[in-house]
Protein backbone atom coordinates (compact mmCIF):
# COMPACT_ATOMS: atom_id res chain seq x y z
CA UNK A 1 0.00 0.00 0.00
CA UNK A 2 2.63 2.38 0.94
CA UNK A 3 4.76 2.56 -2.38
CA UNK A 4 1.58 3.06 -4.25
CA UNK A 5 0.77 6.13 -2.39
CA UNK A 6 4.08 7.29 -3.17
CA UNK A 7 3.72 6.72 -6.90
CA UNK A 8 0.74 8.36 -6.60
CA UNK A 9 1.55 11.42 -4.90
CA UNK A 10 4.80 11.69 -7.11
CA UNK A 11 2.65 11.90 -9.56
CA UNK A 12 0.49 14.59 -8.56
CA UNK A 13 3.61 16.35 -7.31
CA UNK A 14 5.29 16.33 -10.64
CA UNK A 15 2.83 17.73 -12.71
CA UNK A 16 3.16 20.74 -13.90
CA UNK A 17 -0.68 21.91 -14.10
CA UNK A 18 -2.62 23.45 -11.25
CA UNK A 19 -3.09 21.03 -8.04
CA UNK A 20 -6.79 20.04 -7.83
CA UNK A 21 -8.28 20.30 -4.35
CA UNK A 22 -8.53 16.82 -3.96
CA UNK A 23 -4.78 16.62 -4.34
CA UNK A 24 -4.43 18.71 -0.38
CA UNK A 25 -4.33 15.74 1.62
CA UNK A 26 -1.48 14.08 -0.36
CA UNK A 27 0.60 17.22 -0.43
CA UNK A 28 -0.04 17.56 3.64
CA UNK A 29 0.99 13.99 4.11
CA UNK A 30 4.33 14.53 2.24
CA UNK A 31 5.56 17.10 3.74
CA UNK A 32 4.26 15.59 7.04
CA UNK A 33 6.45 12.50 6.33
CA UNK A 34 9.29 14.96 5.42
CA UNK A 35 8.80 16.54 8.89
CA UNK A 36 9.02 13.61 10.74
CA UNK A 37 12.48 12.23 9.42
CA UNK A 38 13.84 15.41 10.60
CA UNK A 39 16.43 15.17 13.84
CA UNK A 40 17.39 19.04 13.64
CA UNK A 41 17.74 22.23 11.15
CA UNK A 42 19.61 25.53 11.30
CA UNK A 43 18.31 28.23 9.16
CA UNK A 44 18.47 32.20 8.49
CA UNK A 45 15.19 33.82 8.11
CA UNK A 46 14.40 37.47 6.55
CA UNK A 47 10.79 38.91 7.94
CA UNK A 48 8.87 41.66 6.85
CA UNK A 49 5.46 42.96 8.71
CA UNK A 50 3.17 44.83 7.38
CA UNK A 51 1.13 45.96 10.72
CA UNK A 52 -2.76 47.30 11.60
CA UNK A 53 -0.94 50.73 12.45
CA UNK A 54 0.77 50.82 9.03
CA UNK A 55 3.98 50.37 10.11
CA UNK A 56 6.47 47.90 8.13
CA UNK A 57 8.90 45.82 10.18
CA UNK A 58 11.97 44.31 8.87
CA UNK A 59 13.06 41.28 11.02
CA UNK A 60 16.50 38.86 10.22
CA UNK A 61 18.61 36.35 11.85
CA UNK A 62 19.48 32.85 12.52
CA UNK A 63 17.73 29.69 14.49
CA UNK A 64 18.25 25.79 14.81
CA UNK A 65 14.90 23.81 15.85
CA UNK A 66 14.83 20.45 17.13
CA UNK A 67 11.97 18.21 17.14
CA UNK A 68 10.78 16.83 20.48
CA UNK A 69 7.97 14.73 19.99
CA UNK A 70 7.29 14.61 23.82
CA UNK A 71 7.10 17.94 24.00
CA UNK A 72 4.26 19.68 25.36
CA UNK A 73 4.46 22.99 24.81
CA UNK A 74 5.24 22.93 20.87
CA UNK A 75 6.73 19.74 19.99
CA UNK A 76 10.22 21.10 19.46
CA UNK A 77 13.11 23.37 20.70
CA UNK A 78 14.41 26.05 19.35
CA UNK A 79 17.34 29.01 19.60
CA UNK A 80 16.36 31.95 17.74
CA UNK A 81 18.75 35.24 17.38
CA UNK A 82 17.66 38.36 15.64
CA UNK A 83 20.64 40.65 14.01
CA UNK A 84 21.25 43.25 16.61
CA UNK A 85 18.24 42.34 18.95
CA UNK A 86 17.53 39.92 21.53
CA UNK A 87 18.08 35.90 21.44
CA UNK A 88 15.51 33.13 23.28
CA UNK A 89 16.23 29.35 23.96
CA UNK A 90 13.81 26.41 24.78
CA UNK A 91 15.84 23.54 25.82
CA UNK A 92 12.12 21.28 26.32
CA UNK A 93 12.37 22.06 29.94
CA UNK A 94 13.59 25.92 30.65
CA UNK A 95 12.90 29.12 28.28
CA UNK A 96 15.72 32.20 28.38
CA UNK A 97 15.92 35.17 27.17
CA UNK A 98 18.88 36.55 27.13
CA UNK A 99 20.22 40.19 26.21
CA UNK A 100 22.90 40.90 24.63
CA UNK A 101 22.87 44.76 25.52
CA UNK A 102 22.93 44.39 29.40
CA UNK A 103 25.05 41.35 29.39
CA UNK A 104 22.05 39.46 30.87
CA UNK A 105 20.17 36.68 30.97
CA UNK A 106 15.94 35.43 32.40
CA UNK A 107 15.22 31.60 33.24
CA UNK A 108 11.91 31.13 32.65
CA UNK A 109 9.95 28.47 34.18
CA UNK A 110 6.22 29.47 33.55
CA UNK A 111 4.62 27.82 30.45
CA UNK A 112 2.60 31.04 29.73
CA UNK A 113 5.56 32.95 29.62
CA UNK A 114 7.70 30.52 27.65
CA UNK A 115 4.84 30.35 25.27
CA UNK A 116 5.58 33.94 24.80
CA UNK A 117 9.17 33.48 23.48
CA UNK A 118 7.96 33.33 20.20
CA UNK A 119 6.90 37.07 20.78
CA UNK A 120 9.96 38.61 21.29
CA UNK A 121 13.27 39.36 19.68
CA UNK A 122 14.75 36.12 18.54
CA UNK A 123 11.28 34.17 19.16
CA UNK A 124 10.04 35.72 15.90
CA UNK A 125 12.70 34.42 14.21
CA UNK A 126 11.32 30.62 15.29
CA UNK A 127 8.76 29.44 12.55
CA UNK A 128 6.25 26.40 13.69
CA UNK A 129 5.35 25.11 10.40
CA UNK A 130 8.79 24.24 9.19
CA UNK A 131 8.90 21.56 11.13
CA UNK A 132 5.47 20.91 12.40
CA UNK A 133 2.97 21.95 10.27
CA UNK A 134 -0.60 22.65 11.53
CA UNK A 135 -3.94 22.54 9.80
CA UNK A 136 -6.40 21.94 13.09
CA UNK A 137 -7.77 25.37 12.79
CA UNK A 138 -8.54 25.56 8.92
CA UNK A 139 -11.80 25.58 7.66
CA UNK A 140 -10.26 24.99 3.99
CA UNK A 141 -7.75 24.85 2.08
CA UNK A 142 -6.19 25.69 -1.83
CA UNK A 143 -3.12 25.19 -3.36
CA UNK A 144 -1.34 26.02 -6.70
CA UNK A 145 1.87 25.87 -7.66
CA UNK A 146 4.80 27.26 -9.89
CA UNK A 147 8.64 25.93 -10.59
CA UNK A 148 9.63 26.51 -7.27
CA UNK A 149 6.98 25.85 -4.73
CA UNK A 150 3.62 24.35 -4.07
CA UNK A 151 1.68 27.00 -2.59
CA UNK A 152 -0.77 25.78 0.22
CA UNK A 153 -3.19 28.28 1.63
CA UNK A 154 -5.26 27.74 4.71
CA UNK A 155 -7.90 29.51 5.12
CA UNK A 156 -9.59 30.36 8.54
CA UNK A 157 -12.99 31.39 9.97
CA UNK A 158 -13.59 34.96 10.39
CA UNK A 159 -13.80 36.64 14.36
CA UNK A 160 -16.59 38.36 13.53
CA UNK A 161 -17.11 39.45 17.17
CA UNK A 162 -13.63 41.07 17.23
CA UNK A 163 -13.71 42.45 13.79
CA UNK A 164 -10.87 39.68 12.65
CA UNK A 165 -11.59 39.12 8.75
CA UNK A 166 -9.93 37.19 5.42
CA UNK A 167 -7.56 34.99 7.70
CA UNK A 168 -5.53 33.00 6.08
CA UNK A 169 -1.95 31.73 5.84
CA UNK A 170 0.06 30.24 2.83
CA UNK A 171 2.93 28.39 2.74
CA UNK A 172 5.16 28.12 -0.11
CA UNK A 173 6.54 24.40 -0.07
CA UNK A 174 10.04 23.78 -2.08
CA UNK A 175 9.33 21.08 -4.44
CA UNK A 176 12.52 19.77 -3.98
CA UNK A 177 12.65 19.25 -0.12
CA UNK A 178 9.22 19.24 0.53
CA UNK A 179 9.38 22.08 3.25
CA UNK A 180 7.80 25.30 3.75
CA UNK A 181 10.34 27.68 2.85
CA UNK A 182 7.67 30.86 2.52
CA UNK A 183 5.46 31.42 4.58
CA UNK A 184 2.66 34.44 4.59
CA UNK A 185 -0.16 35.10 7.28
CA UNK A 186 -2.60 37.57 6.85
CA UNK A 187 -5.88 39.53 8.41
CA UNK A 188 -8.25 42.16 8.81
CA UNK A 189 -9.12 43.87 11.61
CA UNK A 190 -11.05 46.82 11.71
CA UNK A 191 -10.56 47.98 8.43
CA UNK A 192 -6.55 48.27 8.78
CA UNK A 193 -4.59 45.09 7.30
CA UNK A 194 -1.99 42.65 8.96
CA UNK A 195 0.57 41.10 6.88
CA UNK A 196 3.47 39.25 7.66
CA UNK A 197 5.80 37.54 5.20
CA UNK A 198 8.77 35.00 6.22
CA UNK A 199 11.22 33.82 3.89
CA UNK A 200 13.80 31.13 5.24
CA UNK A 201 17.29 30.58 3.46
CA UNK A 202 20.33 28.46 3.78
CA UNK A 203 18.93 25.61 5.60
CA UNK A 204 20.60 22.91 7.11
CA UNK A 205 20.35 19.66 9.03
CA UNK A 206 23.79 19.31 10.73
CA UNK A 207 22.82 17.61 14.11
CA UNK A 208 26.02 18.45 15.49
CA UNK A 209 24.67 22.65 15.19
CA UNK A 210 21.68 21.77 17.47
CA UNK A 211 23.86 20.17 19.90
CA UNK A 212 25.99 23.02 20.73
CA UNK A 213 23.24 25.18 20.56
CA UNK A 214 21.15 23.30 23.33
CA UNK A 215 24.16 22.31 25.11
CA UNK A 216 25.25 24.24 27.88
CA UNK A 217 25.22 27.62 25.77
CA UNK A 218 27.85 30.40 26.99
CA UNK A 219 26.37 32.96 28.45
CA UNK A 220 25.01 30.87 30.98
CA UNK A 221 28.84 31.19 32.12
CA UNK A 222 29.46 34.75 30.78
CA UNK A 223 26.20 36.83 31.41
CA UNK A 224 24.49 37.90 34.28
CA UNK A 225 21.40 36.43 35.54
CA UNK A 226 18.22 38.06 36.33
CA UNK A 227 15.44 36.79 38.42
CA UNK A 228 12.21 37.91 36.06
CA UNK A 229 11.70 38.16 32.34
CA UNK A 230 14.06 41.42 30.76
CA UNK A 231 12.62 43.69 28.56
CA UNK A 232 13.92 45.04 25.23
CA UNK A 233 14.78 48.29 27.28
CA UNK A 234 14.52 48.56 31.09
CA UNK A 235 13.17 45.90 33.06
CA UNK A 236 10.40 46.84 36.23
CA UNK A 237 11.09 44.38 38.38
CA UNK A 238 12.14 46.48 40.76
CA UNK A 239 8.95 48.61 41.20
CA UNK A 240 7.79 45.56 43.29
CA UNK A 241 7.16 46.22 46.83
CA UNK A 242 7.20 50.37 46.29
CA UNK A 243 4.51 52.52 45.90
CA UNK A 244 2.79 52.38 42.02
CA UNK A 245 4.17 55.81 40.02
CA UNK A 246 0.91 58.65 40.79
CA UNK A 247 -0.80 59.44 37.49
CA UNK A 248 -3.63 61.32 35.98
CA UNK A 249 -4.80 60.03 32.54
CA UNK A 250 -7.87 60.67 30.03
CA UNK A 251 -9.43 57.64 28.90
CA UNK A 252 -10.95 56.32 25.79
CA UNK A 253 -14.28 57.03 26.92
CA UNK A 254 -13.63 60.55 27.46
CA UNK A 255 -13.60 61.18 31.42
CA UNK A 256 -10.61 60.95 33.11
CA UNK A 257 -9.05 58.77 35.88
CA UNK A 258 -6.77 59.43 38.83
CA UNK A 259 -4.36 56.61 40.70
CA UNK A 260 -5.19 57.54 43.76
CA UNK A 261 -8.35 55.79 43.94
CA UNK A 262 -6.76 52.84 43.68
CA UNK A 263 -6.67 53.24 47.36
CA UNK A 264 -8.77 50.26 49.18
CA UNK A 265 -8.74 48.20 45.78
CA UNK A 266 -7.04 45.61 44.37
CA UNK A 267 -5.75 46.74 40.72
CA UNK A 268 -4.31 45.39 37.54
CA UNK A 269 -2.82 47.36 34.51
CA UNK A 270 -2.88 45.99 31.64
CA UNK A 271 -0.35 47.63 29.39
CA UNK A 272 -0.86 46.75 25.38
CA UNK A 273 -1.56 48.25 21.86
CA UNK A 274 -3.76 47.58 18.87
CA UNK A 275 -0.54 46.14 17.26
CA UNK A 276 0.35 43.82 20.13
CA UNK A 277 -0.82 40.23 18.60
CA UNK A 278 0.19 38.56 22.65
CA UNK A 279 -1.35 41.49 24.08
CA UNK A 280 -4.86 41.41 22.01
CA UNK A 281 -5.02 37.02 22.24
CA UNK A 282 -4.61 37.55 26.63
CA UNK A 283 -7.43 40.45 26.51
CA UNK A 284 -10.29 37.92 27.24
CA UNK A 285 -7.81 36.63 30.39
CA UNK A 286 -7.89 39.62 32.20
CA UNK A 287 -11.55 40.27 31.06
CA UNK A 288 -12.38 37.14 33.06
CA UNK A 289 -10.44 37.98 36.06
CA UNK A 290 -12.30 41.61 36.11
CA UNK A 291 -15.43 39.46 35.62
CA UNK A 292 -14.72 37.08 38.43
CA UNK A 293 -13.03 39.07 40.81
CA UNK A 294 -14.57 42.90 40.50
CA UNK A 295 -17.47 42.03 43.43
CA UNK A 296 -14.66 41.43 45.95
CA UNK A 297 -12.96 44.40 45.32
CA UNK A 298 -10.73 44.15 42.22
CA UNK A 299 -10.45 46.57 39.38
CA UNK A 300 -8.47 46.58 35.90
CA UNK A 301 -7.10 49.40 33.40
CA UNK A 302 -5.94 49.15 30.37
CA UNK A 303 -3.43 51.80 29.05
CA UNK A 304 -2.58 52.20 25.37
CA UNK A 305 0.29 55.04 24.65
CA UNK A 306 -0.21 55.08 20.39
CA UNK A 307 -2.45 57.96 20.11
CA UNK A 308 -2.38 58.17 16.43
CA UNK A 309 -4.31 54.62 16.61
CA UNK A 310 -6.94 55.09 19.58
CA UNK A 311 -9.76 55.45 16.90
CA UNK A 312 -8.68 51.43 16.05
CA UNK A 313 -8.06 51.16 19.86
CA UNK A 314 -12.01 52.68 20.67
CA UNK A 315 -13.28 50.40 17.87
CA UNK A 316 -11.42 47.45 19.51
CA UNK A 317 -12.24 47.87 22.68
CA UNK A 318 -15.99 48.30 21.07
CA UNK A 319 -15.86 45.09 19.20
CA UNK A 320 -14.56 42.48 22.06
CA UNK A 321 -17.28 44.26 24.18
CA UNK A 322 -13.89 44.95 27.05
CA UNK A 323 -15.80 46.45 30.21
CA UNK A 324 -12.83 47.36 32.05
CA UNK A 325 -11.36 51.39 31.23
CA UNK A 326 -8.80 51.94 29.30
CA UNK A 327 -6.68 54.92 29.70
CA UNK A 328 -4.32 57.08 27.36
CA UNK A 329 -0.99 56.86 28.49
CA UNK A 330 2.13 59.33 28.74
CA UNK A 331 6.12 59.53 28.46
CA UNK A 332 5.64 60.07 32.05
CA UNK A 333 4.06 56.93 32.33
CA UNK A 334 5.93 55.05 29.77
CA UNK A 335 9.12 56.21 31.61
CA UNK A 336 7.56 55.72 35.36
CA UNK A 337 6.67 51.89 34.94
CA UNK A 338 9.73 50.92 32.64
CA UNK A 339 7.56 50.03 29.72
CA UNK A 340 9.97 48.62 27.42
CA UNK A 341 7.65 45.59 25.97
CA UNK A 342 4.36 45.00 26.13
CA UNK A 343 2.23 43.45 27.20
CA UNK A 344 3.09 44.46 30.63
CA UNK A 345 1.16 43.62 33.52
CA UNK A 346 1.26 45.68 36.58
CA UNK A 347 -0.63 44.52 39.91
CA UNK A 348 -1.55 46.86 42.75
CA UNK A 349 -2.49 45.93 46.30
CA UNK A 350 -4.76 47.97 48.69
CA UNK A 351 -2.22 49.93 50.30
CA UNK A 352 -0.93 51.19 46.76
CA UNK A 353 2.25 49.59 46.30
CA UNK A 354 3.11 46.80 43.34
CA UNK A 355 3.14 43.41 43.95
CA UNK A 356 3.96 42.09 40.72
CA UNK A 357 5.22 42.62 37.42
CA UNK A 358 4.70 40.58 34.47
CA UNK A 359 6.10 40.60 30.60
CA UNK A 360 3.48 38.61 29.25
CA UNK A 361 0.17 37.41 30.97
CA UNK A 362 1.52 34.75 33.49
CA UNK A 363 -0.14 31.99 35.27
CA UNK A 364 1.26 33.63 38.60
CA UNK A 365 -1.16 36.21 38.00
CA UNK A 366 -4.65 34.99 39.36
CA UNK A 367 -3.20 33.60 42.55
CA UNK A 368 -1.49 36.94 43.19
CA UNK A 369 -4.78 38.72 42.79
CA UNK A 370 -6.24 36.20 45.14
CA UNK A 371 -3.86 36.13 47.77
CA UNK A 372 -4.13 39.92 47.97
CA UNK A 373 -7.84 39.40 48.37
CA UNK A 374 -7.96 37.63 50.88
CA UNK A 375 -5.72 39.84 52.91
Not at 33 to 56: F, H, M, N, P
Not at 73 to 101: M, N, P, S, T
Not at 307 to 314: D, E, H, K, M, Y
Not at 327 to 355: E, F, H, T
Request: net charge positive; with cysteine; aromatic share 10%.
Amino acid sequence: MKPLVWITLSFLLSSSTSLLAQDVQWLIAAVRQKQATLKSLTYTLSRTDTLVTGTVRHLRGRATIRPDRADRLFGFWFRGKEDQAGEVIYDGRVGYQVEERTKTYARLVDSTQIRALLYHPGGRIIVPDLIKLDTTKAIRFSVSQDKQFYYLTMHYADLKQYDVLNRYKTLGIDRTTLLPMYVRQHQETLGKVQDLRYRIQSVTFDESIADRAFQDPTFLHSYQPKQAPISDHKPGQHLIGQPAPAFHLPSLQGDSLSSSTFLGKVTLLDFWEVWCEPCLVSMPNVKQLNQQYSNRGFQVYGITHEIQQLNVARQLVTKRSIDFPTLIGNKQVRSDYRLGAIPLYVLIDRQGRIRLVSEGFSEAIEPAIQQLLNQ
